[in-house]
């Protein structure tokens, strides 16, 4: 078992940038595959990226275009997501989440543990 906790969104204009943490408890962080989801009003959750066990691989949505980098640092127990020129189609609710599955998933389902979401609001 994990506990999840987001932090570092907000608002912030349109080419800003944001860098959202995910603090991890419980079960070592290295055990754990780790992903960003995102859910806008009115839409259904959304992948990001993801990064594996040992931070070697990395996973992203399309849309995010090379604008996002996911990382680990599995000594503090956080990942974090750097996100740069932002646009207003980026605002959302922002989860991380932890699969215990070994390969890097997309869907959300595949999940086990979900953090409670920092909302991130990108003003034009």
């Known amino acids: 078992q994990v506990q999840l906790v987001e932090s570092g969104g907000g608002l912030v204009q349109a080419g800003g940038s944001l860098r959202l943490s995910c603090a991890a408890s419980?079960?070592?962080?290295?055990?754990?595959?780790m992903g960003w989801f995102r859910q806008a009003p009115g839409k259904e959750r959304e992948f990001v990226a993801a990064?594996?066990?040992?931070?070697?691989?990395?996973y992203y949505a399309d849309f995010v275009k090379g604008r996002f980098t996911i990382s680990r640092d599995n000594a503090k127990n956080t990942v974090y997501l750097q996100m740069s020129s932002l646009e207003p189609e980026d605002t959302a609710v922002y989860f991380c989440a932890a699969d215990d599955f070994r390969l890097i998933r997309r869907v959300a389902g595949a999940y086990d543990y979900w953090g409670q979401g920092t909302q991130v609001t990108v003003s034009s």
């Open positions: 419980g079960r070592t962080l290295s055990t754990w595959t």
């Open positions: 990064i594996s066990r040992s931070g070697d691989s990395t």
